[in-house]
């Protein structure tokens, strides 16, 4: 197989985001305010059913006694800490001015990039498309993802600018990374099995859950600003870490019973 196809998903992916920037900008500043503004409440409405669809999964898994919305509080809350420890939110932003100081753009161009970049690149689909696209060549997963994301990227662009079309490099990083690297940890996880079984592992399931409470405040975030109320955004980049605590934390609860 070859690292090509292994991409394939991901590149469409790139070129989904940047075809929906761009036809963002080239309508955004045809259209009013205010209509502008509800495109934007308008996606993150779908932003929230997409965040409690996700966050559903935390239903179907558990550590022992453990039910899985207690275990996604925890990895959560610990990642918070981490989060802010490491200024997380606030590393996302500086790279966000360095690409607007870099690229000159202007307007709310961090913004757009933060945003865009954390909703494009959390959810099951990044991790389970990731695996499949890598392993076996299978795109699909990343293609319904594209869609989805052009479609997205559409209406942020329309509010936030051009910042929105660099998120692309986030995908192309984050994604691409999963894809090449599925390989080895796909056969450690999968031993032969389809990938689509990775969709009810309990792992991936409580990383899906915790992802979705996060998509949840991107969807919080998006109505803020279509009210013009920014000050009082979740910092969902600095809850990131709790994606790595998470299975950390079901594995932990199993281990204790």
């Known amino acids: 197989m070859t690292v090509l196809s292994q991409l394939s998903?991901?590149?469409?992916n790139?070129?989904?985001?940047?075809?929906?920037t761009s036809l963002g900008l080239l309508l955004g500043g045809r259209l009013p305010e205010r209509t502008q503004r509800t495109l934007l409440q308008t996606l993150s409405l779908v932003t929230l059913y997409i965040g409690l669809d996700m966050a559903?999964?935390?239903n179907h898994v558990s550590g022992g006694r453990v039910p899985g919305v207690i275990l996604s509080l925890v990895a959560l809350a610990l990642g918070a800490v981490i989060g802010e420890a490491l200024g997380i939110e606030e590393g996302l932003g500086r790279l966000g001015e360095l690409l607007r100081r870099r690229?000159?753009?202007?307007?709310?161009?961090?913004?757009?990039?933060?945003?865009?970049?954390?909703l494009f690149c959390i959810g099951?689909?990044?991790?389970?498309?990731?695996?499949?696209?890598?392993l076996t060549g299978d795109s699909s997963s990343y293609v319904l993802k594209s869609v989805l994301d052009g479609i997205a990227s559409l209406a942020l662009a329309g509010v936030y600018g051009i910042g929105v079309g660099f998120s692309a490099l986030s995908v192309l990083l984050i994604q691409g990374g999963i894809s090449l690297a599925s390989g080895g940890l796909a056969g450690v996880l999968l031993h032969g099995a389809s990938p689509d079984i990775l969709k009810t592992n309990p792992y991936v399931l409580v990383v899906t859950g915790a992802?979705?409470?996060m998509i949840l405040g991107i969807s919080w975030n998006l109505m803020l600003g279509g009210l013009g109320l920014?000050?009082?955004?979740?910092?969902?980049g600095s809850l990131l870490p709790g994606l790595v605590l998470a299975p950390l934390a079901l594995w932990a609860a199993r281990l204790i019973g």
Do not use: H, K, M
Not at 9 to 12: A, D, N, W
Not at 105 to 115: I, K, M, Q, S
Not at 124 to 134: E, S
């Open 103 to 118: 690229f000159r753009g202007g307007g709310r161009f961090t913004e757009g990039f933060v945003a865009a970049s954390l």
């Open 211 to 213: 992802g979705g409470l």
């Open 124 to 134: 099951p689909l990044t991790i389970v498309g990731g695996i499949q696209n890598g």
């Open 9 to 12: 998903g991901t590149l469409v």
């Open 56 to 58: 559903g999964a935390l």
């Open 14 to 20: 790139v070129v989904t985001v940047l075809a929906g």
């Open 230 to 236: 920014d000050d009082r955004r979740v910092r969902v």
